[in-house]
């Protein structure tokens, strides 16, 4: 057993040195949620709140599967892929106690209209991105939803799969990607002196979301109005709410915002594009040149924006004075705004009530 530093972010890297020394790559990853390393900052390692379910995919070969091998009554032993219609009765027996069918890469697309089958086949994502909606009368609830956290491991399990098939299909279409036009990469790998380790060429391109090459394309895109457009108006933060109302109404009976991360999502997405279109349209800070965005999910297990604004002409120190206030509104002038500012912004009690330890 390995002593693993719970603070290397590379696992992949540790596991791939263990696998040169020809040792078993056994880990024992240990979290201290009071701890931190040296230099810092502590509210970067903190615990989170709440309870989250994620996945580790780490070197995985060709051949190396996520099967499942199950027992056959003759005793034989039969290898069930994640590709096949019954890995999800299988992997997850409580949410199809009755064997259904789930996604199989043989499946073909209907035409919505005319009812008949398509020479295109239907994506794993196609497949659970419906099986996930919520459907009104006269369908069924979708029980799928109603398993809380067993729910939430099964859509990652689900989204590792999706993630499975897009990079089976680039691996097995390079041809496509006309992946040997890339001289001067393969020229700089080749350069590096390890050319019995460099295996099979397999080039991720920039329209495989969380990929290299689509994270520079990204960062490149954003660089690109810095250097038109100079340096920002307006940083404006914006936090998804799980007591908002369109996410209460849309919960189930006994479920809690964090069983529901496809709703919340969805709804957040919502969200940020009405207040995009507020920030172009209607002008509420002046005109808008341009602006970017990214999402992240904070460790509270809610989704969170950061927005860069452009505008037309450059804000005054008393306009800024205008947009930012660090005062509680008037409850008589606004009363609405006080209320809100005063359940959201407002961090306490402190003093006598709350001492600081």
Request: charged share 25%; hydrophobic share 40%.
């Amino acid at each position: 057993m390995h002593k693993y530093n719970p603070y290397v972010r590379d696992l992949k890297a540790v596991v791939q040195w263990s696998s040169r020394n020809n040792e078993l790559p056994d880990f024992q990853v240990v979290i201290h949620a009071d701890r931190k390393p040296a230099g810092e900052h502590a509210g970067l390692y903190n615990a989170p709140t709440t309870n989250e379910i994620s996945v580790v995919l780490v070197d995985e070969h060709i051949g190396e599967r996520r099967d499942i091998v199950i027992s056959t009554r003759e005793g034989r032993l039969r290898r069930i892929a994640e590709t096949h219609r019954a890995y999800d009765c299988l992997q997850y027996p409580l949410m199809f106690p009755y064997g259904e069918d789930g996604y199989k890469i043989t499946d073909l697309q209907v035409h919505p209209v005319t009812g008949a089958q398509l020479v295109k086949k239907i994506s794993a994502m196609d497949f659970y991105a419906y099986c996930m909606m919520v459907r009104g009368p006269p369908y069924y609830p979708n029980y799928l939803l109603n398993y809380g956290a067993l729910s939430n491991q099964f859509w990652v399990d689900m989204y590792a799969k999706i993630e499975t098939e897009r990079l089976n299909f680039l691996r097995y279409n390079q041809a496509q990607l006309r992946a040997e036009d890339y001289v001067h990469l393969q020229d700089a790998i080749a350069g590096d002196g390890h050319v019995q380790d460099m295996g099979q060429l397999v080039i991720l391109p920039s329209s495989f979301t969380g990929g290299p090459r689509y994270m520079h394309e990204r960062i490149q895109d954003a660089m690109t109005y810095v250097r038109h457009f100079g340096r920002p108006d307006l940083f404006i933060t914006f936090t998804c709410n799980s007591q908002w109302k369109e996410i209460v109404a849309a919960l189930l009976f006994g479920q809690t915002a964090q069983e529901r991360y496809d709703m919340v999502s969805r709804i957040f997405h919502l969200k940020v594009k009405k207040l995009i279109k507020l920030l172009r349209k209607q002008k509420i800070f002046g005109a808008v040149k341009c602006f970017c965005y990214s999402i992240e999910w904070q460790k509270r297990g809610l989704p969170h924006a950061d927005i860069l604004v452009w505008l037309e002409e450059r804000s005054t120190a008393i306009q800024v004075d205008k947009f930012i206030s660090a005062e509680i509104p008037d409850m008589s002038e606004d009363p609405k705004l006080h209320a809100i500012v005063k359940k959201h912004m407002i961090h306490g009690p402190c003093g006598l009530l709350n001492p600081c330890v």
